[in-house]
């Protein structure tokens, strides 16, 4: 599915209406409406705001939707997905042992916010599930596929670990993201 067909599942099974959804964001329905019908994104924040009062991960609004995997997870898949490997992100602090990855959609946020945001798979599942984990944030898509690239090339020579190479570091101001 896509993001707007996402989004307007998650608001229906959250029993919001398209005007209730928009004051939350304070944005107009019209706003909302264009969102679900696929003729554009919110910005960066107001997803957050989304995935936190609807209860819902980024990585299930935004990713986008390639191939399926056994799980039902869709994304970017790495080509040996019967091994792992350790993925490390210094930026974010985050380690997470994945033979899954997928990029989200290009955000629309400022000239200074990351374009794209790298989600792995873990290999632990739960009945929801694949466990899904936020990685880093891109500048561009040329970055996070050369990423995906190299997790590929250290998956087919057999290694055990990556650490990410070519993510930004970000901060967050309120509820706005920006690179460092």
């Given at each position: 599915?896509?993001?707007?067909?996402?989004?307007?599942?998650?608001?229906?099974?959250?029993?919001?209406?398209q005007e209730e959804l928009a004051e939350l964001l304070g944005v107009s329905r019209?706003?909302?409406?264009?969102?679900?019908?696929?003729?554009?994104?919110?910005e960066?924040?107001?997803l957050i705001i989304i995935g936190e009062k609807l209860n819902v991960s980024l990585d299930y609004l935004l990713l986008d939707k390639k191939e399926?995997?056994?799980?039902?997870?869709?994304?970017?898949?790495?080509?040996?997905?019967s091994k792992s490997i350790r993925i490390t992100s210094p930026?974010?602090?985050?380690?997470?042992?994945?033979?899954?990855?997928a990029r989200s959609q290009e955000f629309k946020g400022s000239k200074n916010s990351p374009k794209y945001a790298l989600f792995a798979s873990e290999k632990s599942?739960?009945?929801?599930?694949p466990q899904n984990r936020f990685l880093s944030w891109y500048r561009d898509v040329e970055d996070i596929t050369k990423e995906i690239e190299e997790i590929n090339q250290a998956m087919d020579k057999g290694e055990a670990s990556y650490t990410l190479k070519h993510s930004v570091k970000c901060k967050r101001k309120l509820l706005k993201v920006e690179m460092e």
């Amino acid at each position: 599915m896509s993001f707007a067909e996402n989004l307007k599942e998650t608001r229906k099974r959250n029993q919001m209406s398209q005007e209730e959804l928009a004051e939350l964001l304070g944005v107009s329905r019209q706003a909302v409406s264009r969102w679900e019908l696929g003729d554009g994104y919110p910005e960066l924040e107001k997803l957050i705001i989304i995935g936190e009062k609807l209860n819902v991960s980024l990585d299930y609004l935004l990713l986008d939707k390639k191939e399926s995997d056994e799980t039902g997870f869709e994304g970017e898949r790495l080509q040996t997905p019967s091994k792992s490997i350790r993925i490390t992100s210094p930026n974010e602090g985050v380690i997470v042992d994945t033979s899954f990855v997928a990029r989200s959609q290009e955000f629309k946020g400022s000239k200074n916010s990351p374009k794209y945001a790298l989600f792995a798979s873990e290999k632990s599942t739960s009945i929801f599930g694949p466990q899904n984990r936020f990685l880093s944030w891109y500048r561009d898509v040329e970055d996070i596929t050369k990423e995906i690239e190299e997790i590929n090339q250290a998956m087919d020579k057999g290694e055990a670990s990556y650490t990410l190479k070519h993510s930004v570091k970000c901060k967050r101001k309120l509820l706005k993201v920006e690179m460092e």
